[in-house]
Nanobody
Framework: QVQLVESGGGLVQPGGSLRLSCAASGTIAYIYTMGWYRQAPGKQRELVGTIHSVGSANYADSVKGRFSISRDNAKNTMYLQMNSLKPEDTAVYYC???????????????WGQGTQVTVSS
């Protein structure tokens, strides 16, 4: 199996910064695209951004210029640096990984349990 664990969430004031981490573990052969999603109360889960195995990242318009995604392939870990945070960034943040497990040709999507980010004064 593959497990994704997010960390780094918390309470921050508007204009502040947070850095989230997503660590993948288990019988991993290769992780292709990884992504960050978020879900605010009463709203559907939305894409924040994705990063490919070779490092190029894409972002939702709402976070461009403020958020940055990176990954350390050696550690199977992805990061989300969030700057200039706004109250509307408040949500549970989830990570996702398109993964191929050791000894298996099929690729599967895995999700973390989520970490709460609250932006409030």
């Amino acid at each position: 199996q593959v497990q994704l664990v997010e960390s780094g969430g918390g309470l921050v004031q508007p204009g502040g910064s947070l850095r989230l981490s997503c660590a993948a573990s288990g019988t991993i052969a290769y992780i292709y695209t990884m992504g960050w999603y978020r879900q605010a109360p009463g709203k559907q889960r939305e894409l924040v951004g994705t990063i490919h195995s070779v490092g190029s990242a894409n972002y939702a318009d709402s976070v461009k210029g403020r958020f940055s995604i990176s990954r350390d392939n050696a550690k199977n870990t992805m990061y989300l640096q969030m700057n200039s945070l706004k109250p509307e960034d408040t949500a549970v943040y989830y990570c996702n990984a398109d993964t191929r497990r050791s000894g298996i040709l099929r690729r599967d999507d895995y999700w973390g349990q989520g970490t709460q980010v609250t932006v409030s004064s």
